[in-house]
């Protein structure tokens, strides 16, 4: 199907003859003739009812002729949408983000960035996506740079070719309801979390919180850690005491009255609550967009 087949089967839908498209067109009728065969017979489908003096529509040639005049002009707008992008000095830089922790961070420096930055205007494409994906998509080259939670003791940075930037960094809470018996305790332990049921937000399907928190605790207990897909539902279940929640401290989204935050106690022979924001990116991605936005970064990391 070819889309001057299309713009030939709108124009005979309109002139209701084949010999008029030809003349409007500059072909031979058997041209338009042939075209309009082959298009019914590349769908399965009759188009026409083809009379002595009139060429009508099929009502389901009706209906594709609505769909078909959707489809160029959508082309039609997509391809002056590419000259445009062409022919201008905006770049462009694909990122994305694990959560909306770090999607709030990342909100905060693409509002700063478009107001510091005006001489170099980025037009960012931002996606949602579990930190496993984000890795590979950015390693692959389908994204440019991502924000990613690095905690625990994972060996995604060191078994990585990728570079990385500190963005931010913080202490991983226990969010507890108000009414929950163990918010009356200033920090918990290891031993209080052993019955409870313990949440982690992912998007999608991702064992990366969870193996990553169950690494800072000591392997002698159980624990019942569970992955939620909305923050929302996560909020929800902690404020009416039914589960505790992990959070990276200082990025909560979506405050809640009747939820508290707890430090987890760590001895010495655990790994550490603390966990960094981090960028990472290809060492040979030489896209302008990526070096600006690096840039812009590393002076806001550096004049906090």
Request: contains cysteine.
């Amino acid at each position: 199907m070819e889309i001057e087949q299309l713009e030939n089967f709108l124009a005979v839908s309109q002139l209701g003859s084949f010999q008029k498209v030809a003349e409007q067109k500059f072909i031979s009728q058997r041209t338009v003739s042939k075209q309009m065969t082959n298009l019914e017979n590349e769908l399965g489908i009759k188009l026409f009812f083809r009379g002595s003096n009139k060429i009508l529509l099929t009502q389901a040639g009706t209906y594709f002729a609505q769909r078909a005049n959707e489809l160029i002009n959508q082309l039609n707008d997509s391809i002056g949408k590419l000259h445009a992008i062409t022919n201008s000095n905006l770049q462009h830089l694909r990122l994305g983000y694990f959560s909306p922790f770090e999607g709030r961070l990342l909100v905060t420096h693409l509002k700063k960035y478009q107001a510091l930055a005006k001489h170099k205007p980025i037009n960012f494409h931002v996606t949602e996506g579990s930190v496993e994906h984000l890795f590979a998509d950015v390693t692959l080259g389908n994204l440019d740079c991502a924000y990613i939670l690095d905690y625990g003791t994972h060996d995604h940075l060191l078994n990585s070719e990728l570079n990385n930037t500190i963005l931010t960094e913080g202490e991983m809470v226990l969010g507890i309801s108000k009414d929950h018996p163990l918010a009356a305790k200033k920090e918990l332990s290891a031993t209080d979390l052993t019955g409870q049921t313990i949440l982690y937000y992912s998007n999608e399907s991702s064992t990366y919180l969870q193996s990553a928190f169950l690494a800072t605790l000591p392997q002698n207990h159980h624990y019942n850690v569970q992955r939620v897909g909305t923050i929302e539902q996560m909020q929800t279940l902690v404020a009416l005491g039914q589960a505790i929640a992990f959070y990276p401290q200082s990025l909560p989204v979506f405050p809640n009255e009747w939820i508290v935050f707890r430090r987890l106690h760590s001895t010495a022979s655990d790994a550490s609550q603390r966990y960094s924001i981090r960028l990472i990116y290809r060492p040979d991605n030489n896209i302008n967009g990526l070096k600006y936005f690096r840039q812009f970064l590393n002076n806001t990391i550096n004049h906090r």
